[in-house]
Each structure stands twice: as C-alpha cells, then as structure tokens.
C-alpha cells in the first residue's frame, strides 16, 4: 500500500506541491496508515481485484462546530485507485463501503477532499452525489 501513496502523492504534488505535506499522510505513510486503521475514527479500505490491491481510501469521522451541535460527518480524506483500475469500478466500491461503514455510525453527512484541477476526482465524486461546498485559497509568500 505504501508503493501505491507513493504513486498518489506524486500524482498529487503534480496538481498542487502543498499536496504532501499539508493534505496528505504524516511521513512515513506506512505508520500513518498502521494508526488510522487502529483509530476507532477512522477507516482504510483496500480495493482489491482478485486478491491484488488497485486502491486504497481513508476516511475519518469529523464533528461539526459547536454550533453544528457535534454532529459527525464522515469525510473522505483520501481516496487511490491505480490507473489500470480507474474504469472498472474499484473507486466506486470502495467509496460505496466507506460510506455504508460510516452510516452505520449514524452519519449521513459526508465530505470529500478533492484539489483544485483534478476534474476526474471530481466527476468522480458527483457522479456519488457529492457537490463542491468549500474551495481552499492558498499563497506562498516564497514563491510570489
């Protein structure tokens, strides 16, 4: 699973070079991913296909402001599927899974991080009746 954020951050950093170190997975990913599976708030699955990973997602149970009363919402942190896998359906299955785990929780509030410019994951994501509600605006004084 390792080899495959790998792929992701790169694909990621290509998109936005705040991706890995700000969106991503604390380094090293491989303790990352040991602990989410560990938190009770959180859930990786692995998309398989005949025993063989193609993808990975994580997602975590995050509340509301204190005006939202505390009400939890499952938020898709992270979602990969390799390339050779994006046109048989592992990505659905696995957003499919996440969300029934966490509407078994009692949520049915969901987010979705998606970068700016990656239009396939978010064609991805409307397509499972997900709709933009937030765009992060980033400066790097370093770089202007």
């Excluded at 990786?44 to 939202?68: H, K, N, S, Y």
Aim: proline fraction near 3%; charge should be negative; glycine fraction near 10%.
């Amino acid at each position: 699973m390792e080899a495959m954020y790998r792929g992701l951050e790169q694909e990621m950093a290509d998109l936005h070079a705040m991706w890995p170190i700000a969106d991503g997975l604390e380094a090293p990913a491989a303790t990352s991913l040991l602990a989410a599976i560990d938190d009770p708030d959180a859930a990786v699955l692995v998309g398989m296909i005949d025993d063989v990973p193609f993808g990975f997602l994580l997602a975590r149970v995050e509340e509301t402001l204190g005006q939202g009363g505390g009400e939890q919402v499952g938020s898709i942190r992270i979602i990969y599927v390799d390339r050779a896998a994006r046109e048989i359906a592992v990505g659905e299955a696995m957003l499919g899974a996440a969300l029934e785990l966490l509407r078994e929780r009692g949520i049915s509030k969901f987010d979705a991080h998606v970068l700016p410019g990656h239009r396939l994951a978010k064609n991805f994501f409307e397509s499972g009746g997900f709709s933009a509600r937030s765009i992060i605006m980033f400066r790097d004084d370093e770089r202007s």
